[in-house]
C-alpha cells in the first residue's frame, strides 16, 4: 500500500502526462468531426478571406477512421477448455455480462476512440461478489502506468472526471492492491481543465490541489489493476499511432485549396470595374461641428476589395480580365484526395465517386479493399489481447478464478474484416462442403458468433430429427400391405 505522500505524488505525475496526451486528443477529435482551422494560407491572405470561410471543411479524416471502425466488432469469445464452435455455458456466461454492460456498443465506440485518438481505456469494477460493471474512457479521462521491467504488466491505473452537480473533480488511483480516492474543488474551466493555458496548468502541477479521501479509498478486490489499454497499432518504441495524424496536413491542404477556389468563383462571378481618367476620390475629413478640415485617400485595399481597379493616365491602355479556371483546384483536390487513400489504405471508391470508380466487380472490390483489409486486421491483433484482460476481468468480478485463468488464452471472435457478397459467401460454402468441412466449421468461418453457432445447429438438429421421423414414417407405411377388397361373385 502507497502512503499518502506516495499516492499523491502518482496522481500528479500521471495527471502531467494526462495534461499533454488530453491536448492532443482533443485536436484529433476536432478534425474527427470536422472543427478544423485553415492552415498553410499566407498572412495577407488571411487578412482579407479567413473569417469568410470560417466553419467550412472537406471532412475526410472521418471516413478514413469509419472506414477501418466499422469492421471492427467483438461476436464471441471462446475458453480454451471449449470444444467446438456452440456457446458453452461458461463462456455464456461470460458473454452474458458483456452484452449486459451494452458492450456491442461500447465498445465499437471505445475502438473508434482508440483509432482516433491513439488509445482508449475499459475500465471493469463492480462490488465485491456483485456483477460485473464496464465502463470505457477517452485518452483525455484515462491513463495506465506500466512497471519498467517488461512494460507490459499494469502497475497503475488512474480515471478523471467531473461533477458539474458537486462542483468538484475527482480522480481515482489503482494499483494491484488498493484504491485511493481523490478529489478538490472544480477550479478548471471546461473539460476536466485540459483546454487551459500551459501556464496555468504548470503553476498547478506541483501538487495540483488533490486531497486524499481516505474514507472513500479500500482494499481492491479484484487483486489487479482494473483498467485495461486499447491501443491502436501500436509502434515498437514509440507508441500507438492515430489514423487521423497524417492526414491533417492534406486535409488543410484541401481545406485550404476550397477556400482558394470559392475566392477565385466569387471573383470570376462578379466583372471588375476599370475607372480611366480620373483621380481616386478623397474621403473628407470633418470636425465636431460638421465642418470640412481636410481630405484622406480612400483606402486602396477596400478598392481592391470591391473589384474597382483606378487608371489616373490619359493614355492608359487595358486588356481583357479572364475568368478564373476553376478545374485546376478541384483536379488538385483530387490528387489530394487520392494521397489520402494511398497513403491510410483507404478504398478509393470509398473517396471519390467517379474516376472510374463506379459499377466496380465483386473481385474488383475486394482486391481494392485488400489494404484496409490488412490494415484493420493489424488493429485486431493488438485489440485481441486487450480484449482478453477484459473478460479476464469480468470473470474475476464473478469470482471465477479458474475462469479467469482460462481467458487469459481465449480466443476473441471477430466480425469478419473482409465484405464479401452473399452469392460470394454461399459459393464458397458449397466448395468448402464438397471438399469435407464439417458444416459446424463453416458457420464459424462464414463469421457467425458462437451464439449464432449455437442456435443454428440446434436447429439444423431439429430439422434432421423431423425429416428423419418422416422418413421413417413412410418407410413403415410402405411396407403394410393395402387392404384386400373381398368381393363375393353373385
Known amino acids: 500500500m502507497l502512503t499518502k505522500q506516495e499516492a499523491t505524488e502518482q496522481v500528479n505525475r500521471l495527471y502531467r502526462i494526462l495534461q499533454y496526451r488530453g491536448q492532443e486528443a482533443t485536436e484529433f477529435k476536432e478534425f ?11 498572412k495577407e491572405w488571411k487578412n482579407f478571406n479567413s473569417s469568410r470561410y470560417k466553419g467550412f471543411t472537406d471532412n475526410w479524416c472521418e471516413v478514413v477512421v469509419n472506414a477501418a471502425s466499422e469492421r471492427i466488432a467483438v461476436q464471441g469469445f471462446k475458453l480454451p477448455s471449449s470444444t467446438g464452435s456452440r456457446q458453452s455455458k461458461r463462456e ?13 456498443s461500447w465498445s465499437a465506440q471505445g475502438f473508434l476512440d482508440a483509432m482516433i485518438s491513439r488509445r482508449s481505456f475499459a475500465l471493469v469494477w463492480g462490488d465485491p461478489n456483485g456483477e460485473p460493471i464496464i465502463t470505457w474512457r477517452d485518452a483525455r479521462q484515462a491513463i495506465v502506468w506500466y512497471d519498467a521491467e517488461t512494460n507490459r504488466r499494469r502497475k497503475y491505473g488512474m480515471v478523471i472526471w467531473d461533477d458539474l452537480d458537486a462542483n468538484k473533480e475527482f480522480v481515482t488511483l489503482y494499483d494491484s492492491d488498493y484504491v485511493y480516492k481523490f478529489q478538490r474543488a472544480r477550479v478548471f474551466a471546461g473539460f476536466t481543465g485540459l483546454a487551459l493555458p500551459e501556464t496555468v496548468l504548470s503553476s498547478l502541477s506541483f501538487d ?20 485495461v489499454e486499447f491501443p491502436n497499432r501500436p509502434v515498437l518504441g514509440t507508441g500507438p499511432l492515430s489514423e487521423i495524424q497524417g492526414v491533417i496536413p492534406m486535409q488543410n491542404a484541401i481545406n485550404l485549396l476550397w477556400a482558394y477556389l470559392f475566392n477565385a468563383a466569387d471573383y470570376a462571378s462578379m466583372p471588375a470595374r476599370v475607372i480611366m481618367g480620373q483621380s481616386p476620390p478623397k474621403i473628407p475629413i470633418l470636425d465636431a461641428y460638421g465642418a470640412k478640415n481636410g481630405e484622406r485617400d480612400i483606402d486602396e485595399e477596400k478598392l481592391t476589395q470591391g473589384r474597382m481597379l483606378w487608371l489616373t493616365g490619359q493614355n492608359t491602355t487595358i486588356g481583357q480580365f479572364d475568368s478564373s479556371k476553376l478545374d485546376v483546384f478541384t483536379e488538385t483536390i483530387e490528387h489530394a484526395i487520392g494521397h489520402i487513400a494511398a497513403q491510410t489504405r483507404t478504398p478509393p471508391h470509398y473517396l471519390v465517386s467517379n474516376q ?19 490494415k ?29 485463468q482460462e481467458a487469459r488464452l481465449g480466443e476473441v471472435k471477430w466480425k469478419d474484416s473482409e465484405s464479401r457478397s452473399e452469392a460470394q459467401k454461399a459459393d464458397a460454402m458449397v466448395k468448402d462442403i464438397s471438399s469435407g468441412y464439417p458444416f459446424e466449421y463453416l458457420l464459424e468461418k462464414q463469421g457467425h458468433s458462437p451464439a449464432e453457432i449455437t442456435r443454428i445447429m440446434d436447429m439444423k438438429t431439429a430439422e434432421m430429427q423431423r425429416n428423419m421421423a418422416a422418413g421413417i414414417g413412410d418407410l413403415l407405411n410402405a411396407s403394410v400391405p393395402p387392404p384386400v377388397n373381398k368381393t363375393v361373385a353373385a
Open 92 to 104: 455464456k456466461s461470460l458473454y452474458d455480462s458483456w452484452l449486459i454492460n451494452e458492450q456491442d
Open 32 to 42: 474527427y468531426q470536422g472543427v478544423q482551422p485553415l492552415a498553410f494560407a499566407s
Open 356 to 374: 472510374g470508380m463506379s459499377n466496380l466487380s465483386e473481385s474488383a472490390i475486394m482486391a481494392a479493399e485488400a489494404g484496409l483489409v490488412q
Open 376 to 404: 484493420v486486421t493489424q488493429a485486431k491483433e493488438f485489440f485481441t489481447p486487450r480484449v482478453r484482460d477484459v473478460f479476464e476481468l469480468i470473470a474475476i468480478q464473478k469470482g471465477d478464478d479458474k475462469m479467469a
Open 208 to 227: 495540483g490541489g488533490w486531497v486524499m479521501d481516505e474514507e472513500a479509498s479500500g482494499v481492491n478486490h479484484l487483486g489487479v489493476v482494473p483498467l
